[in-house]
T-cell receptor
Framework: AQTVTQSQPEMSVQEAETVTLSCTYD???????LFWYKQPPSRQMILVIR??????QNATENRFSVNFQKAAKSFSLKISDSQLGDTAMYFC??????????????FGKGTKLSVKP | KAGVTQTPRYLIKTRGQQVTLSCSPI?????VSWYQQTPGQGLQFLFE???????NKGNFPGRFSGRQFSNSRSEMNVSTLELGDSALYLC???????????????FGQGTRLTVV
């Protein structure tokens, strides 16, 4: 069974600084997808960034980037120029790429990020 | 474009009762997934529906069931409620549920269920 581990329950960062959230996963599959989701206090889950396992290039979305190390099964999220609006729970998630796993996201326990002014 | 709508937002039920939660996906989305979120267990996958058929199911007891209608709206039902069913229930919709570059899962704001 696939598992996702986020080892940092809470983190804090000063506004405008950079922070990295860690995520490791375990799978025997070769085709899969990885995601970072953000859940602000309002509760609505928002997709931050995604990575296809077959792609060697790390995904980036504006201030958000990932460091995908497939051999190490590591998928960390880097937030540059942190903003107060980045304060939220961040979830790392995994989905198998084969048919029959649609809609089944496996989430880590989350990291609570606080951005301080 | 309206987002994913879940109703009701809050619900209080008594042990032993049953409850039905509703999820209206984004227009045009045919896949709806349900998740249970608790402080202890985190986010856990319940099931996924596509074109009125359950395609995928998580490890939850049979008290948890769902269905999807022809307009893609989905309902989740929990029978014989237990205190441990208290949770935030999230639904997510996507175009097809299969991952292609321009498809992602959009989540609703959730239904907070409290069982007393």
């Amino acid at each position: 069974a696939q598992t996702v581990t986020q080892s940092q329950p809470e983190m804090s960062v000063q506004e405008a600084e950079t922070v990295t959230l860690s995520c490791t996963y375990d799978t025997s599959e070769s085709n899969y997808y990885l995601f970072w989701y953000k859940q602000p206090p309002s509760r609505q889950m928002i997709l931050v960034i995604r990575q296809e396992a077959y792609k060697q290039q790390n995904a980036t979305e504006n201030r958000f980037s990932v460091n995908f190390q497939k051999a190490a099964k590591s998928f960390s999220l880097k937030i540059s120029d942190s903003q107060l609006g980045d304060t939220a729970m961040y979830f790392c998630a995994f989905m198998n790429g084969y048919g029959g796993s649609q809609g089944n996201l496996i989430f880590g326990k989350g990291t609570k990020l606080s951005v301080k002014p | 474009k309206a987002g994913v709508t879940q109703t009701p937002r809050y619900l209080i039920k008594t042990r032993g009762q049953q409850v039905t939660l509703s999820c209206s996906p984004i227009s045009g989305h045919r896949s709806v997934s349900w998740y249970q979120q608790t402080p202890g267990q985190g986010l856990q996958f319940l099931f996924e529906y596509f074109s009125e058929t359950q395609r995928n199911k998580g490890n939850f007891p049979g008290r948890f069931s769902g269905r999807q209608f022809s307009n893609s709206r989905s309902e989740m039902n929990v029978s014989t409620l237990e205190l441990g069913d208290s949770a935030l229930y999230l639904c997510a919709s996507s175009l097809s549920g299969t991952l292609i570059m321009n498809t992602e899962a959009f989540f609703g704001q959730g239904t907070r269920l409290t069982v007393v």
